[in-house]
């Protein structure tokens, strides 16, 4: 009897062992993960990056049951930034969504700290992470986004609607920016050779990304002698654009999301005639599946954008909320979409030289920064 309790007792601490030896650590085997996304130099209610990446990764974790949270650095520094990478990592969390290329300094600085933990960034661009010899690590990926493609589509589809006076307020000349911005001038030149008509644009940088008294000024005198719609292409940018346009019934182009239900609640309805998006909520739930299903691949910098000549299927696409007409229907923008996928339009991905370097027959008048 005491050799058959010895025997029972032996191998309930095998047993007992056996199951301490399987438990896993969140983010291994086991799949269990636990997700921060740390802002830029916004909040979660910028109504662009921030909030889109917000509640994209909010949205996702729910449906999965992880654990998820944001944090906000102090500042605009890296170092507040790299602070709250290290204080999300030091909470557990162990996948890191970075949005913005303002991120750059701050992956270098802790990626090759936390090996175990994937980073998943928006918008940081390859150059940024790797012009200081810094080689990009198996637990890092990089979605950019081909920004002068929907930058293209709104300019076209402003002059196709109608309008022949328009305006660029971009937020910093930043790589992702002037994108959007030459693609804009690319489309709208490309429509006024087709239509004949005479189309001018006012070009000016804000130099931050956020409205202000001294932006909404400036917009102000865009609107006041004769603009009648600017692409608004930088975050907050957009709330100097829009209460200047308030007071003259202009119109706006949005931005990265579809901007349209938050800038015409605030400012009047019908104000936003198309938004130039990219695929932010996408991007962020299909790497977070990823993630999840054991299939992340990291080490590099992804460049997304027409993977389809169904508009809603690609990574850069013009707003559902589009204002389209009998002058540019639904159909149409179909059609530009599939030439555009086929190579019949092609669009300069180049950032280096003046805007009027990027039309032909549109007059454009360079502001530089106005502020």
């Known amino acids: 009897m005491k050799k058959i309790i010895a025997l029972l007792l032996a191998m309930v601490m095998v047993l007992s062992f056996a199951a301490c030896g399987s438990n896993e650590e969140p ?66 969390y162990n996948v890191i969504v970075l949005p913005g ?15 175990e933990v994937k980073f998943v960034a928006l918008d940081v661009a390859e150059f940024d992470l790797t012009s200081g010899g810094w080689t990009i690590p198996e637990n890092v990926y990089s979605a950019v986004y081909q920004e002068e493609l929907s930058g293209y589509m709104a300019g076209y589809a402003a002059v196709k609607l109608g309008y022949t006076e328009l305006g660029y307020c971009g937020g910093m000349a930043v790589p992702a920016v002037l994108r959007f911005g030459y693609g804009f001038l690319q489309g709208a030149d490309a429509a006024a050779v087709e239509t004949g008509a005479d189309v001018n644009v006012v070009w000016g940088f804000a130099n931050q990304f956020y409205g202000d008294a001294d932006v909404t000024a400036v917009m102000d005198t865009w609107y006041g002698n004769g603009t009648e719609i600017v692409f608004a292409c930088g975050g907050g940018v957009y709330t100097s654009v829009a209460e200047a346009a308030a007071k003259v019934n202009g119109k706006v182009i949005g931005v990265d999301v579809d901007q349209a239900a938050n800038i015409d609640a605030a400012y009047g309805e019908g104000m936003t005639v198309t938004s130039a998006m990219k695929g932010l909520a996408p991007t962020v739930k299909t790497m977070l599946a990823k993630i999840i299903a054991g299939e992340f691949v990291g080490g590099q910098v992804e460049n997304l954008g027409l993977v389809s000549e169904i508009p809603e299927e690609n990574y850069v696409q013009l707003a559902p909320s589009t204002q389209f007409s009998d002058s540019f229907t639904k159909a149409d923008y179909e059609a530009l979409v599939a030439a555009m996928f086929n190579g019949d339009v092609v669009v300069s991905s180049v950032i280096e030289g003046a805007a009027a370097d990027f039309v032909t027959v549109v007059t454009v008048n360079d502001l530089g920064n106005i502020k």
């Open 27 to 92: 983010g291994e085997e086991a799949g269990e993960y636990a997700v921060a996304m740390v802002t830029d130099y916004g909040d979660i209610t910028d109504q662009s990056f921030n909030q889109t990446t917000y509640e994209a990764c909010k949205e996702f974790c729910e449906a999965e049951g992880i654990n998820f949270e944001y944090f906000k650095p102090a500042s605009d520094s890296d170092e507040d930034r790299i602070s709250m990478i290290d204080n999300a990592v030091d909470q557990g």
């Open 101 to 115: 290329f303002a991120f750059a300094n701050a992956i270098i600085a802790t990626a090759d700290n936390y090996p």
